[in-house]
């Protein structure tokens, strides 16, 4: 690729890692402080891949700083891109605490190398910013992401699971519905070997709520499989007011997560 030098891989990790620093106050002793509430949503710029046909993924994700309170954002003045448009997939419904890796957005070929993607939220009457660009040291190769998403240390060959589900679906608050989620991958990692008779050692899928107005309730909101199987899963949801929400099951395999979106239009 022309115009961008690497000359070192990696420092994702450290950049990032900046966000999760704890604020920490001085007294008699060192004490961290946890905010249940009232707190900012951090946009955390993760880093950039190069894709086949010369496009680049610029990968984003947040940091949460309540610990109980879940912040709903609309796309719009509080939760936007720039330049436009301003919705680039981001959430609406933001979980606590850091979440890594959430959304990629493609820019073209032609980006230029100091050309600025910006991820602004506002929460709590506090506005933070996340600015994407092609900073040499921010390119993320897949085994950045998964010393991110894993446990850390260096990573085994691996590929993503794959992952599909429902459809669109069209419900009414008072209704019930049931989604479905089925995934398969490689076998890598492989458990340890004292784990692996549990049962419970293969691929995990977990649904979120991703987008959407108002709270949401699943049945069964996570599953694990059996190691070296397909894992199929399913759950129950509730809606408590109209809208059009977005419903993600996401598949891990301990160092790589895959994603399947469902949209639900919820009517009165």
Known sequence: MSGINRPWRGITIFTVALVLLPLLVTDSTV????????????????????????????F????????EEVVDLPIGQDNFFAPGPVDRGQPTHFITRRQRFVFGVTVPEDWGVEDRLTWTLTANGRTDMAQGWLQPEWEADDGVIQMNLGPGGTPPANKRPEITGSSTVTTSVA???????????????????????????GLS??????????RVSFGTPSAVGEYGKPIETSTEVRFEIPGNYILRAIAFDRLFEAWHDVAVTVTP
């Open 31 to 58: 004490a961290q402080i946890r905010y249940l509430r009232g707190q900012n949503v951090a946009p955390a710029f993760e880093g950039w891949q190069e894709n086949d046909d010369g496009t680049f993924t610029f």
């Open 60 to 67: 984003f994700g947040y940091m949460n700083r309540n610990y």
């Open 175 to 201: 209704d019930v519905i049931t989604v479905n989620a089925s995934a398969t991958d490689d076998g890598i990692p492989r458990p340890a070997a004292s784990a692996r008779g549990d049962g419970r050692t």
């Open 205 to 214: 899928v977990r649904w979120v709520h991703y987008r959407g107005p108002g």
